[in-house]
């Protein structure tokens, strides 16, 4: 009985080993798994992080640009409205020679009929 017993506690001290060992060993390899994981998550994120930047530095470079075509379009316009407002002074100027000259010449042809 005891001999027997002895055995069953011997298979059973065995048994617990390698269920223990197996335990160890899913532990071990659920470890290194995380560690993958843990890794390629940094690594997504990294690689996140730099299109993001990569994305902000393009958007800068392309706010720059329309800012300074803006700015090109702005100064443009502003000297359309000096050269219109030459153009307009220009424009009276000439009309009012324009009266002028048809004053003199109403005067001369009238000097001329008499």
Same mark, same amino acid.
């Given at each position: #009985?005891?001999?027997?017993?002895?055995? @069953?506690?011997?298979?059973?001290?065995?048994?617990?080993?390698?269920?223990?060992?197996?335990?160890? @060993?899913?532990?071990s390899e659920m470890k290194r798994e995380i560690s993958e994981y843990k890794d390629r998550l940094l690594q997504?994120?990294?690689? $996140?992080?730099?299109? *993001?930047? @990569?994305?902000? /530095?393009?958007?800068? !470079?392309?706010?720059?640009?329309?800012?300074?075509?803006? %700015?090109? *379009?702005?100064?443009?316009?502003?000297? #359309?409205?000096?050269?219109?407002? $030459?153009?307009?002074? %220009?424009?009276?100027?000439?009309? %009012?020679?324009?009266?002028?000259? %048809?004053l003199t010449l109403g005067e001369l042809l009238k000097t001329? !009929? /008499?």
């Open positions: #009985q005891l001999h027997l017993t002895m055995s @069953e506690k011997n298979e059973l001290t065995k048994s617990l080993e390698m269920v223990q060992k197996e335990l160890q @060993e899913k532990e997504a994120e990294k690689e $996140h992080q730099d299109a *993001l930047t @990569e994305a902000n /530095r393009k958007n800068e !470079v392309e706010i720059e640009a329309c800012q300074d075509k803006m %700015n090109s *379009l702005e100064h443009f316009i502003s000297s #359309q409205k000096l050269e219109i407002e $030459h153009l307009k002074s %220009n424009k009276e100027e000439l009309n %009012n020679s324009l009266k002028e000259a %048809n001329k !009929v /008499r």
